[in-house]
């Protein structure tokens, strides 16, 4: 499958931000993408942001409930974001792990409730500083993506998105030899466990990618694209690392 390369503006954006949507829009009409592209803006945008795309880059959400409706105060189902015009859901952050204590039984929830919506689910796993440090990364990794990724999973309905904790948002990366482990050992428990399903499906990196890095990054083997936050603000910086996908992954 083509990389996907994934910008999740996380709580960010106003009404002005969607000129960054227009001015990606531009570039990629006068250089089409060698990867599928996506921006994940905050709900309050949604609708807007996919008017402006015009159909030119697909939208996500960047959370969702796991019930189709009900009395959840302030929070946003996988079929509203559907009907806004989303195609896909970032689920299981960890900023959501973090901030909102949510487990992998949960973020499994939240995947089958974007499958129920049609929406392709973006999970993300990932350890901490301390977890890698002691050695323990691929065991951590494992098991949250075990305990995230419920049966079902298909390569267009999932796409699964390795962002060690340490290096999102801190302009740390792991070396690409890191990466190219970990993205390994999720194919190999993927494999284990879907066939040539979990072969054929996407494995993104996340974790302060940008313009300087993106080339390197994307071309580790086993690297089916990047979720990107920081440098997907921007339509010149997010547009650049576009430009970077592998075709030939
Ligand atoms: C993210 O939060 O998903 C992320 C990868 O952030 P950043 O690129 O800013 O590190």
Known sequence: MRQLIAGNWKMHGLGDALG??????????????????????PATLLTRAVAAAGGAIAMGGQDCHSEQKGAFTGDISAEMLKDAGASAVIVGHSERR???????????????????????????????????????????????????????????????????????????????????EMHAHVRQSLVRRFGEIGRRTRILYGGSVKPSNAAEILRVADVGGALVGGASLKAAEFGAIIACANPDA
């Open 98 to 180: 973090q901030y909102h204590g949510e487990t992998d039984g949960l973020v499994a929830s939240k995947a089958r409730a974007a499958w129920r919506a049609g929406l392709m689910a973006i999970i993300c796993v990932g350890e901490t500083e301390d977890q890698r440090d002691s050695g323990h990364a691929l065991h951590i990794c494992g098991n949250q993506l075990a305990g995230s990724v419920p049966d079902g999973l298909t390569a267009e309905n999932t796409a699964v998105a390795y962002e060690p904790v340490w290096a999102i948002g801190t302009g740390r990366t792991p070396t690409s030899r890191e990466i190219e």
């Open 20 to 41: 960054e949507i227009e001015a990606l829009k531009r570039m990629l009409a006068g250089n089409p993408p060698p990867a599928d592209v996506l921006v994940c803006p």
